[in-house]
């Protein structure tokens, strides 16, 4: 049943972490139905952990379709759906006022496993078709290895431009001390890629901290974070789930799924290794301003 107290007449326009650093699938395509889904999801009384946990099973079922070619087209189907159901999750957080760090987590676990269960489908699919190449699970392996690699610095520098830029902390004051269990693991591990691949723009952090002295001040800092950043943020949007999702298609559309594992092997951390140093190299011109 829906919740009276709250009016869904007054949520026409989808929420944005920071609309600046959107992608165009975001902005015109999966925000805008997330909203439509978040509202049905209010509606039906689930809350954003449930519709979380809809969207993993999902897109696990996605994922799990790639293993025949027969089936390949409607699991990248239900992957797009799932990821429509992501942003659902997030924006029906926000219409209710429910939030905790464990559903953030959980939230950012969506991807992790779908696409484990793509890459396992993916890898027996190519198995099926060359008996005894079961090299096929090393590259497997890799490529998601390489891939929770690219996730963790997307999110990472996504959450921080988007915490900063809407006027919070210019460190995370995360409340991770109330996870406990499985979540507080994942946190952990979560953020070992972060601290020894965002090393530089950790130092760019603290040196904004320390010199926001007052609201004028942070102000003023946020927004030269901003100008410094902005660029930045959409090179790293490169790495996200829209461009995984675009490339399980194509694979899936050429007859040869496995090529997915060297489209992230190959391109994807091409592109890691060229932000990695455009950042960098941002952060240390930034420190000497």
Known sequence: MSNPKIDLSLH?????????????????????????????????GLNPNQ???????????GGIMLISGKTAL???????????????????????????????????????????????????????GNPGAFWIFIVMLAAGFFSSVHSSMYDYYRTTFARITSGGT????????????????????????????????????KYLDSNSKDSLVRKKLALMYEEHNLKNVHGWNMLGDNSKILGILFAVLLGRAYLYFLFVIVF????????????KNADFKFLKK
């Open 268 to 279: 994807l951390t091409l592109i890691f290794i060229i932000m990695f140093f455009i950042q």
């Open 74 to 128: 409607w699991g990248v189907a239900l992957i797009v759906f799932s990821s429509v159901l992501d942003s659902s999750d997030g924006q029906l957080a926000r219409i209710t006022g429910i939030s905790s760090v464990a559903g953030r987590v959980l939230d950012g676990l969506i991807g992790y496993v779908a696409f484990s269960a793509a890459y396992a489908a993916i890898a027996f699919n190519y198995l099926q």
């Open 12 to 44: 026409r326009v989808p929420f944005y972490k920071s609309y600046k650093m959107e992608e165009f699938l975001d902005i015109y395509f999966y925000h805008p139905l997330g909203l439509v889904f978040a509202k049905i999801s209010y509606k039906m």
């Open 170 to 205: 210019f460190i995370d004051k995360g409340d991770e001390n109330d996870l406990s269990g499985f979540f507080e693991k994942v946190y952990s591990t979560y953020n070992v890629y972060q601290h020894f691949f965002a090393a530089s723009h950790i130092e760019v952090l």
């Open 51 to 61: 519709v979380s946990l809809l969207s993993m099973l999902i897109g696990v079922i």
